[in-house]
Nanobody
């Protein structure tokens, strides 16, 4: 099992920035891939960004060039810049024992991000 401590969500104006953090603990082998998914109201969950233990990164098309994911052992950070109202949603920290093979096995509780126009 994997436990997550997510932080950094909140309310921000369009054009602003937020930084999400997620510290994972538990079975290390289950944390090869870590990242963030999000779910906007009325939409399916989608990959925001992910990173493997060897530093391979993955980004959703809508966030490329604006968001940056980084990792220090079993803590991942998501730097979100140039936020728009379309970035509003619940952001879930995820982990998986494999490299990016969706959907991830382990999910955090989620943290809410709201971008006002």
């Amino acid at each position: 099992q994997v436990q997550f401590v997510e932080s950094g969500g909140g309310l921000v104006q369009a054009g602003g920035s937020l930084r999400l953090s997620c510290a994972a603990s538990g079975i290390t082998a289950a944390m090869n891939f870590m990242g963030w998914y999000r779910q906007a109201p009325g939409k399916q969950r989608e990959l925001v960004a992910g990173i493997s233990t060897i530093g391979r990164t993955y980004y959703g098309d809508s966030v490329k060039g604006r968001f940056t994911i980084s990792r220090a052992q079993n803590t991942v950070y998501l730097e979100m810049n140039s936020l728009t109202p379309d970035d509003t949603g619940d952001y879930f920290c995820v982990a998986d024992g494999s490299d990016y093979v969706p959907p991830p096995d382990h999910w955090g509780q989620g943290t809410q991000v709201t971008v006002s126009s």
